[in-house]
């Protein structure tokens, strides 16, 4: 089983800067990680891709952050940071942290944090 903590979010200025930690504590064993990333849902919206990162450290982000955030993973594959600069009020939304990993080499599972609220207002 694969269990996600995310720490970081809260309320930040338009144009300011928040970062976002997802922890990933595996009990029992796993066949191999895929990849990390994180997804943001706002009201009324539908949950989106923000960034996701492999563990060959390959990234991908929509164009609406492009540019502005940043992924990243630490050495040991299970912690993932999200550096978002330049934020704007359409960023507000609960962030979610995704893992998506593999239990055998052909069944796949998806695993979700419990999301931190991001407020970018003024």
């Known amino acids: 089983q694969v269990q996600l903590v995310e720490s970081g979010g809260g309320l930040a200025q338009p144009g300011g800067s928040l970062r976002l930690s997802c922890s990933c504590a595996?009990?029992?064993?796993?066949?191999?990680?895929?990849?990390m990333g994180w997804y943001r849902q706002a009201p009324g919206k539908e949950r989106e891709l923000v960034a996701d990162i492999t563990g060959g450290d390959s990234t991908t982000y929509p164009d609406s952050v492009k540019g502005r955030f940043t992924i990243s993973m630490n050495n040991s594959k299970n912690t993932i940071y999200l550096q978002m600069n330049s934020l704007k009020p359409e960023d507000t939304a609960v962030y979610y942290c995704?893992?998506?990993?593999?239990?055998?080499?052909?069944?796949?599972?998806?695993?979700w944090g419990q999301g931190t609220q991001v407020t970018v207002s003024s």
């Open positions: 595996v009990s029992g064993t796993i066949f191999r990680l895929e990849s």
């Open positions: 995704n893992a998506k990993y593999f239990v055998t080499p052909f069944r796949r599972n998806d695993q």
